[in-house]
């Protein structure tokens, strides 16, 4: 069991102010008259998806999807599968992708290239945190509220083996889960 307190890296202040940005830029951007789909990567969007669509003022409808990403233990191979597909139809809708952390890439490279691939309006990406350090594949991020260091960050929905995902503020923790 994990004992020690992840150490502080980003506030809930800092945070909560972020999350509101976020929120005001997407909704002035989304076309007027029109609705979002916002499509959150299960499971570590969840804190960030929740309080981002609570402060949207465009319309929005939302959706998750399950991805694996290079299983537990190979980091580096960038294989990702789709475990859960979206209930929505994207063909003509205007998607913008939720996701809680962008590391090397490869997820959201994947991501984009699916849903891209059916028909958006548009398709546009979010994501609360980056690694700059580590990033793999060239993705675009329209909506980034945060970069970290290569260190294992919990917290705000982030876990380290599940652990740690209802802390109001980022945190780095010795361990990764691997
Ligand atoms: P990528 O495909 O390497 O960009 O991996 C992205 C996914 O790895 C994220 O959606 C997270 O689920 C997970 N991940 C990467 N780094 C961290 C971290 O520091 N803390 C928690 N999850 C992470
Ligand atoms: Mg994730």
């Known amino acids: ?13 800092s945070i909560q102010a972020r999350v509101s940005e976020l ?3 997407i909704s002035e951007d989304c ?5 979002l789909l916002l499509v959150g990567v299960l499971r570590g969007c969840f804190i960030f998806l929740a309080d981002l669509s609570r402060r949207l003022t465009a319309q929005a409808r939302i959706d998750f999807v399950a991805l694996s990403s290079y299983g537990q233990a190979t980091r580096t191979t960038g294989a990702v599968r789709l475990l859960m597909e979206p209930r929505a139809d994207i063909e003509g809708k205007h998607v913008l992708i939720v996701e809680d952390i962008v590391d090397t890439g490869h997820t959201l490279h994947y991501l984009v290239g699916i849903l891209g691939a059916r028909g958006p309006a548009s398709l546009k990406t979010c994501a609360l945190l980056r690694k700059p350090s580590r990033m793999e594949k060239k993705v675009t991020i329209d909506y980034l509220g945060f970069d970290v260091p290569d260190r294992w960050v919990v917290g705000y929905g982030l876990d380290c083996a599940d ?15 691997e």
């Open 163 to 177: 652990r740690y995902r209802g802390l109001p503020y980022i945190g780095v923790v010795n361990a990764s889960p």
């Open 23 to 25: 929120a005001r830029r």
């Open 31 to 35: 076309p007027a008259g029109e609705e």
């Open 1 to 13: 069991m994990p004992t020690t307190k992840p150490e502080l890296l980003i506030s809930e202040e």
